[in-house]
């Protein structure tokens, strides 16, 4: 079955910064938009970012400016660039396809399918 794998985590101190990776078997990422949403202990699931297959990138309003999302179709890969990292974003982070529609800077969790097992961040000194 198609699947999403996040790799890339780890431990940072604030200030830091981190990449994380969502890559797939099974899908062509090339024609999917990708959505990466996070989860703190404790709290509901919240979208973070989304990018189309045109490139056009959303981002919350907590993490413009700071985040960078990308992809790169040869590798199929989508990257999420963390930068100025705070220890507010500490959660465990995830991929999903938002397929067969594209991002619309809205982040349901029923809009989006086959979410990977996420990979932790924390930041912390």
């Known amino acids: 079955q198609a699947k999403f794998v996040e790799s890339g985590g780890g431990l940072v101190q604030p200030g830091g910064s981190l990449r994380l990776s969502c890559t797939s078997s099974g899908f062509d990422l090339h024609y999917h938009a990708i959505g990466w949403f996070r989860q703190a202990p404790g709290k509901e699931r919240e979208g973070v970012s989304c990018?189309?297959?045109?490139?056009?990138?959303y981002y919350v309003d907590s993490v413009k400016g700071r985040f960078t999302v990308s992809r790169d179709n040869g590798k199929n890969t989508i990257y999420l660039q963390m930068n100025s990292l705070k220890p507010e974003d500490t959660a465990v982070y995830y991929c999903?396809?938002?397929?067969?529609?594209?991002?619309?800077?809205?982040?349901?969790?029923?809009?989006?399918?086959?979410w990977g097992q996420g990979t932790q961040v924390t930041v912390s000194s």
């Open positions: 990018i189309n297959t045109d490139d056009t990138t």
């Open positions: 999903a396809t938002r397929a067969p529609f594209a991002c619309a800077g809205t982040y349901r969790i029923n809009d989006y399918d086959y």
